[in-house]
């Protein structure tokens, strides 16, 4: 089973960090595969994901937008209706008792949407942590009222100002909190991206998307899907949903931002248009000019914001065990907006890439196929951003 | 490497410490680094680290950030930085070693970047971003080159890790003194000098102390404990953004002032 034990997908992952981190993820790594054997550990994630998330999140049968879209038979994996709106809490919660056992008193975590530092906060609340969330200023601006959110919960919202003052330069400032108060803090990376071990231990926490969708389908249909769909900024919630499906003849599609456009050079697809390198302590593909520095990524949807990926999905796209897309700004609002008047549900814009990409290839997909849309996340933090955005148009 | 192991024994034979000052190539610009490196050379450094420019560097503080930014900024890479290096050869012996994150030399490719350093008159290189775990194939292209793969030891390391690290690295052990990021600090940790003994213990190459070192004061309290000093964002705050003639001169006479407790009999 990969990753290997120095954290390695094939040529990606790792753990290019600096030596002061060093210790702190043989820690982590030590920690987890003890801690996640251990019974009570379990018991009280498997509790609290229950009782306080409200797992399992359905899997809905999208009959309107099937029928709107006449291609094939839509389901939506419901993470919108987890507490805290998006599937970013089964990570959160699983490192917040993590990190409680590791005997760390504070935790620090980077947020693009602001989801994964509304859910980090929520956690840190509930487990009585201190809390500090590092957000670009752009961010801050786009998606105002998570930022209240995540101050009402308690936490301390650090601005970031450097860059392109989005989520890699929120990521860049957290690990140099890190580097500084490593020793009683945890730092709670929101997806399958960094270090070893966080791509796999946040593949773990996320994995109960999949396994859930595996018996609900079978519930419903009596059989596996023929192809999942989820959106991949860092890749989390793709990577949830797609693992416990790994061996089975299920295809993957992770759907990238291609922003502007592909050909404009402002958009957010990495493994679609970019290159392999190193970033934020991990090999994997990278948005990068000829000379290694980082490009700066554009998205309508802040979560997917981010010119890296996990490792294991380059490893995927190396090995074709899933096909990586990219979906535009204004394709993306399409998506939005048919979910909306469908099935009155609003997505996260960046869930919104995933319902778009099967909007747009309906077509093409065979007679009674089945889909799973993965609906990361709610779009109640994106409806000023959209409505500002339907207004000028 | 044989430049450095030499200014090492050399240093050592009189008694006396080596001063290491960084720098970021290309801040302000090229031009005056290469200026900025002729006058350290004259006025007391013994090794200097020229900073690779990197968009995202997470080790450091925002003092070297900034200095990064400017050098970008000029378009500086590392095909011109190889260059500055080249036309330092015509003027200087002093040995250089370049210090940046593992992204642009990974994009120039690692043999290609070793060879072509090695030819261009660099001594080696420091990457923060790249433990020895990772490192086997740049340790490899880079002795193989003749270039110096140094490597960093910290805090929070232990021993075990710290001898591991002690037998990998070339040239010298980078200690870094702090929990944290570079930045000029008002003072250091308190239990840094039994740290440095301890490591001394565990490591026979020469050792060398940086991160957040700023003054003289500092460099005579550390100088009979270690081999080398690095000072950097002390330096890079002196030239940010300056120009003017009088800033090289400047530069100077502070390298000749964290010069001066390093010689022997200080
Ligand atoms: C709702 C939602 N979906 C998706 C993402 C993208 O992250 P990942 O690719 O890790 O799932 C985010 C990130 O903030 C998000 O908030």
Not at chain 1, 52 to 57: A, I, L, M, N, T
Not at chain 1, 78 to 82: P, V
């Given at each position: 089973m990969l990753p290997d034990k120095h954290g390695h997908f094939g040529q990606f992952g790792g753990r290019f960090v600096p030596e002061t981190l060093m210790p702190a993820l043989l820690e982590l790594e030590k920690a987890y595969s003890r801690i996640r054997r251990d019974p009570d550990f379990r018991k009280e994630l498997a509790g609290l994901l229950k009782d306080?998330?409200?797992?399992?999140?359905p899997l809905y049968f999208a009959q309107h937008l099937t029928q709107a879209l006449g291609g094939p038979k839509i389901y939506l994996k419901?993470?919108?209706?987890?507490h805290t709106g998006a599937h970013k809490i089964n990570n959160t919660l699983g490192q917040g008792l993590l990190a409680r056992r590791m005997g760390k008193k504070r935790v620090i975590a980077e947020t693009g949407a602001g989801q994964h530092g509304v859910a980090t906060a929520t956690v840190a609340a509930l487990l009585g942590m201190e809390c500090d969330i590092y957000m670009g200023t752009e961010d801050i601006r786009r998606q105002r009222l998570n930022v209240i959110r995540m101050k009402l919960l308690g936490a301390q919202v650090i601005p970031v100002e450097s860059g392109s003052c989005t989520l890699k330069d929120a990521m860049n400032e957290a690990i140099r909190d890190w580097v500084t108060n490593v020793r009683h803090t945890h730092y709670v990376i929101g997806s399958v991206a960094g270090p070893h071990p966080y791509p796999r231990l946040v593949r773990d926490f996320q994995s109960v998307i999949g396994r859930e969708a595996k018996v609900q389908m079978r519930q419903a249909e009596g059989r596996l899907p023929d192809c999942l769909v989820a959106c991949v900024g860092g890749g989390s919630n793709a990577m949830g949903l797609f693992y416990p499906f790994l061996k089975d003849p299920v295809r993957f599609i992770g759907v990238e931002a291609a922003g502007h456009g592909l050909e404009s050079g402002r958009h957010s697809a990495t493994l679609v248009a970019g290159a392999v390198g190193v970033l934020h302590g991990a090999c994997s593909y990278l948005l990068q000019d000829p000379w290694g520095n980082i490009r700066e990524a554009h998205s309508l949807a802040p979560g997917l914001d981010y010119p890296g990926v996990g490792p294991e999905h380059s490893y995927f796209k190396e090995t074709g065990r899933a096909e990586y897309v990219a979906i535009n700004d204004e394709e993306a609002l399409e998506g939005f907006k048919i979910l909306a008047r469908t099935e009155g549900i609003l997505p996260a814009l960046e869930s919104a890439h995933a319902v778009a990409y099967v909007q747009k290839h309906a077509k093409e997909f065979k007679d009674g196929e089945l889909v799973v849309i993965n609906?990361?996340?709610?779009g109640d933090k994106d409806v000023e951003a959209v409505s500002e955005i339907l207004e000028q148009s | 490497m044989k430049k450095i192991n030499a200014m090492f024994k050399r240093l050592a034979a009189r008694g006396e410490k080596a001063l290491i000052p960084y720098i970021t190539a290309g801040d302000p610009s090229l031009a005056l680094s290469r200026e900025l490196v002729l006058e350290m050379a004259g006025r007391g450094a013994d090794l200097i680290e020229l900073g690779i420019p990197f968009s995202d560097p997470l080790a450091d503080g925002p003092t070297i950030q900034a200095a990064c930014q400017r050098a970008l900024k000029q378009e500086v890479n590392l095909p011109k930085i190889l260059d500055l290096v080249r036309t330092l050869r015509q003027d200087t012996e002093i040995p250089l070693v370049l210090m940046g994150y593992y992204n642009p030399i990974l994009a120039y490719g690692l043999d290609r970047l070793a060879r072509d350093a090695a030819e261009a008159g660099v001594d080696g290189f420091i990457i923060p971003d790249l433990p020895g775990e990772e490192a086997r194939d740049w340790h490899r292209a880079a002795c193989d080159a003749g270039l110096a793969p140094i490597f960093l030891a910290a805090p929070t390391s232990g021993p075990a890790r710290i001898r591991k690290i002690g037998s990998l690295t070339r040239g010298f052990l980078y200690y870094?003194?702090?929990?944290?990021?570079?930045g000029a600090r008002a003072g250091l940790p308190e239990d840094l000098k039994t740290a440095l003994a301890e490591v001394r213990q565990l490591v026979t190459c020469p050792l060398a102390v940086g991160f957040g070192i700023s003054t003289p004061e500092q460099v005579r309290d550390l100088a009979p404990l270690v081999d080398g000093v690095v000072v950097g964002s002390a330096i890079v705050q002196k030239i940010a953004c300056r120009t003017d003639a009088a800033m090289v001169k400047e530069i100077g006479d502070f390298i000749a002032e964290l010069k001066a407790p390093l010689r022997s009999g200080q």
């Open positions: 306080y998330v409200g797992r399992p999140s419901r993470e919108d209706l987890n609906l990361s996340g709610r | 870094v003194s702090v929990t944290g990021i570079t």
